[in-house]
């Protein structure tokens, strides 16, 4: 009787882990991506050997296997994780990020969509994006708006950000308010995990223009646009990208 709640624990314990990191792995890709490759082949040959494990004690009075012969399937068993995220990881993954523009949109006090309801004299650029994280860990990106006119004068916008230090009202506290539960908009920084694609849309409030109509005719009379990729904590520069027309 001992015996058999003893089996039945090592059961539950061994099928709890075996849980934890699958939920890891595939519910919070993003953390799982943070760890070295070396501590994700572990975590998934740990997952596979506590699923086993979880599963040997209602199997173990059926199968007669010598236990020399176990320990080396087992250690056979973990060699496929390791050449994955030691081998096949490194040689496929790239040390960028790829954007590619799919749509340009523009709100302004001219167009009817709700914004006009609390008064904005500002356009509110949004372009529908797709982000790809080539790259074998996690990133943190941020997303800016360059603009760079007929005299090689810059203007920098930076996307609206999930969170700011100074929470006091503003234009982009308001428009993170109004947008924040629509999963189409992105916010700074994004998060991608290793080998993820996502698209949605970033909000950049041209504050240095009164409307709609004087930033797509800026952009028209020779003002280029780029897409900008930049490291949340040292700010560099990953990328840029030209804007395609509105």
């Known amino acids: 009787m001992n015996r058999a709640i003893v089996k039945f ?21 993003a953390t799982f991506g943070e760890y070295s490759l ?22 173990s009075s059926y199968l007669k296997i010598d236990r020399k012969i176990l320990a080396l399937l087992v250690l056979a068993s973990s060699l496929p994780a390791f050449i994955f995220f030691l081998s096949v990881v490194p040689s496929k993954a790239t040390d960028e990020i790829c954007l590619d523009q799919l ?3 523009l709100l302004s006090d001219r167009s009817s969509n709700g914004i006009i309801e609390i008064g904005f004299q500002y356009p509110i ?6 982000l790809v994280n080539r790259d074998a860990f996690t990133r943190d990106v941020n997303i800016f708006l360059r603009i760079i006119d007929s005299e090689q004068e810059a203007s920098l916008f930076r996307a609206v950000r999930s969170r700011a230090n100074d929470e006091k009202l503003s234009v982009e506290s308001t428009i993170r308010g109004m947008l924040s539960n629509n999963s189409r908009y992105l916010f700074n920084p994004v998060r991608l ?5 996502i698209s949605g849309r970033p909000i950049f409030i041209i504050t240095n223009l009164e409307d709609g109509a004087s930033f797509t005719e800026a952009l028209d009379s020779g003002d280029i646009g780029y897409l900008e990729l930049r490291d949340p904590g040292e700010g560099n520069l990953l990328g840029d990208f030209r804007l395609s027309p509105i």
Do not use: E, K, W, Y
């Open 103 to 105: 749509d340009s949109s």
């Open 193 to 197: 995990a290793p080998g993820q694609a």
């Open 125 to 130: 650029f949004t372009p529908t994006i797709s």
């Open 9 to 29: 624990g090592f059961s539950i314990s061994a099928a709890a882990v075996a849980i934890a990191i699958m939920i890891l792995m595939i519910g919070n890709p």
């Open 38 to 59: 070396l501590i994700r082949a572990c975590l998934l040959n740990l997952g596979i050997f506590a699923c086993f494990s979880a599963l040997f004690p209602f199997f």
